[in-house]
């Protein structure tokens, strides 16, 4: 583990150096769709002078890099950074420390540094592990951050599907967890919103089928994106092949009247 040393404003003052300090912005760019991107996200784009991007060999966001570079100011600096998802916890904190060091070093600088991210910054997004450990490294780090249209909420308009109607409740799963917490939610009713479905996908299937809710559910993945698969009929997925979860969402209709 590397030991980062990084000096406060009020210890450079001391020393009579002048203190130049930029923001970082955090800027949810949407789901996909070039046309579903805040002006707000727009604006901050144009204003950064350095670009992060996270680059993932499973999900492809290609488009993230194109999205930056078509709003980004003349001039300005583009970086990909393929981030850790490894199972080791601590090959992974270290690999986010090391690349919030850098980005502190810029702002810093007087920099404005921006982290361009799919859907929402808050919602099961890479931007939440690097918010963490640059405020473990520097707590009152100015940022700013820019809220995106979430994908779930685009794949809720493509299947005119309502998510929250009257006092239905309504559960965001990551489908890593283990079955029986699924099975309790499948249960408990309301909207269910399904993601980080990836290679899970035949197990999910398997259980709203178990439920009958094959028929209460909607399928999109890659969500305005162009290899977007938009399915209303899941049973068209059975024996799909690996690759069919991965930036997926499954919304479920699971009221009580639906089970069995």
């Known amino acids: 583990m590397h030991n980062l040393s990084i000096p406060n404003d009020y210890s450079l003052a001391q020393k009579g150096i002048a203190v130049m300090t930029g923001t970082f912005y955090v800027i949810g760019v949407g789901p996909g769709d070039p046309e579903l991107i805040t002006l707000k996200a727009v604006n901050r784009l144009r204003r950064a002078q350095v670009h992060y991007v996270p680059a993932s060999r499973l999900s492809c966001q290609s488009w993230l890099t194109e999205v930056v570079a078509r709003y980004a100011a003349v001039g300005s600096k583009v970086r990909e950074v393929e981030f850790s998802l490894g199972s080791d916890a601590t090959k992974r904190q270290e690999h986010w420390r090391q690349v919030a060091a850098e980005i502190i070093t810029e702002i810093r600088c007087g920099k404005r540094v921006a982290f361009a991210t799919l859907g929402d910054p808050l919602l099961y997004s890479t931007s939440i592990y690097l918010l963490r450990a640059l405020q473990q490294q520097w707590q009152n780090l100015p940022v700013e951050i820019v809220p995106g249209i979430s994908a779930c909420s685009h794949v809720a308009a493509l299947t005119e599907f309502a998510i929250g109607c009257g ?84 919304l479920v209709d699971a009221n009580r009247e639906n089970k069995p």
Request: proline residues 5%.
């Open 167 to 250: 006092e239905q409740p309504v559960t965001i799963l990551p489908t890593v967890m283990d079955k029986a917490a699924l099975e309790s939610a499948l249960k408990r009713g309301g909207t269910l919103i399904l993601m980080k479905i990836g290679k899970r996908l035949p197990r999910i299937l398997a259980l709203l089928k178990q439920f009958d809710l094959l028929e209460k559910a909607v399928f999109v993945a890659r969500a305005g994106l162009p290899q977007q698969r938009i399915e209303t009929d899941l049973k068209r997925l059975q024996g799909a092949d690996a690759a069919t979860g991965n930036l997926a969402v499954i």
